[in-house]
């Protein structure tokens, strides 16, 4: 599970260094980075803890998972981040997205395989659904499309670099989740 959560905050690290446009929460992140002077990786980590606190009234309960997601990631961010910046070939910007959205896919497969609850996105996706009986699918649009513009409006990246997250990272992770259940069965005897 720490390795995948790691995968995943090392992705969004290639997102931020590509500079072409990340993630919504990290877009609301940096908007956070900018208006505190705290790193994305700290910024990221204060979001989740206040995403976390909105779970109360909804009844959600964290685990392991939740609370590792919310420090490894925000780490990961931090250490990897500086790590990947500084490359200014015009070339190797969209391969660091295309980068970041396989290793968001990897790193979720193998984080959400381990079964340690949610991370605190997920969480609060799945506590709204359950409270309002609307489907999933427009509860987390309607979330990431809320943090988006207000990470935009407090200064976030959002670019070419959001729309192929939006548009390829369901696929990444529908690939990895497919590849970890293959990977993990158990040999019939």
Do not use: C
């Not at 309960?61 to 919310?70: D, E, I, K």
């Not at 925000?74 to 190797?92: C, Q, R, Y």
């Not at 497969?109 to 949610?118: E, I, K, Q, R, S």
């Amino acid at each position: 599970m720490q390795i995948g959560l790691w995968i995943f905050g090392t992705g969004e690290a290639f997102f931020i260094a590509a500079g072409l446009g990340v993630s919504p929460w990290t877009v609301l992140a940096q908007g956070v980075s900018l208006q505190t002077n705290w790193s994305v990786g700290v910024s990221t980590f204060v979001v989740s803890v206040a995403v976390l606190l909105l779970w109360w009234p909804l009844r959600e309960r964290p685990g392991l998972g939740t609370l590792s997601n919310a420090v490894v990631i925000a780490i990961a961010i931090d250490v990897m981040t500086p790590v990947l910046s500084g490359f200014e070939s015009d070339w190797i910007r969209p391969v660091w997205v295309l980068i970041g959205v396989a290793l968001i896919g990897l790193g979720s497969g193998l984080y959400l395989t381990a079964n340690l609850g949610p991370g605190p996105r997920d969480g609060l996706m799945t506590g709204i659904q359950r409270r309002s009986g609307k489907p999933i699918g427009w509860v987390r649009a309607g979330i990431e499309i809320l943090v988006l513009v207000a990470g935009w409006f407090l200064g976030g990246s959002v670019g070419v670099g959001t729309v192929v997250f939006a548009l390829g990272v369901g696929h990444s992770v529908a690939v990895f989740l497919s590849l970890m259940r293959v990977f993990s069965r158990q040999p019939v005897r």
